[in-house]
């Protein structure tokens, strides 16, 4: 592995020891708020974002450990490690373009079949 990689593999180690502090420290925090468990959607969705990206650090160290890190999971294609060194998590080259992130984090999701586009924004 030569060095920039190392230096990746050694974030990612890093950024998913810190996140499972952070879901750690924010599951004992809430156990000892209140006897009785409640969450409200803010609380709820700042979990399902770190498990989330928790979860995209262990499938990039996982992807290390067989070797396939750094190819485009659409196209097979290498990601350039300059931009892999930006964003560790990377699983193809569209997670660069950021319209299509911030469409991917911010806007809901609905199968093609289930409504159209107006009933679905306005119902």
């Known amino acids: 592995m030569n060095?920039?990689?190392?230096?990746?593999?050694?974030?990612?180690?890093?950024?998913?020891e810190e996140l499972q502090s952070r879901l750690f420290e924010y599951s004992c925090f809430q156990m000892s708020a209140s006897v009785e468990p409640s969450m409200n959607d803010q609380e709820a969705t700042?979990?399902?974002?770190?498990?989330?990206?928790?979860?995209?650090?262990?499938?990039?160290?996982?992807?290390?450990?067989?070797?396939?890190?750094?190819?485009?999971?659409?196209?097979?294609?290498?990601?350039?490690?300059?931009?892999l060194a930006v964003l560790p998590t990377a699983r193809t080259a569209d997670d660069f373009y950021y319209p299509a992130q911030f469409e991917k984090k911010t806007l809901p999701y609905w199968e093609p079949g289930d409504y159209a586009y107006d009933q679905a924004l306005y119902e």
């Open 46 to 83: 700042l979990i399902y974002h770190i498990k989330e990206e928790l979860q995209d650090v262990l499938l990039a160290l996982s992807k290390f450990e067989n070797n396939t890190y750094g190819y485009c999971e659409k196209t097979g294609a290498p990601i350039p490690i300059e931009k």
């Open 3 to 16: 060095d920039q990689l190392t230096a990746i593999h050694t974030e990612l180690l890093m950024m998913k």
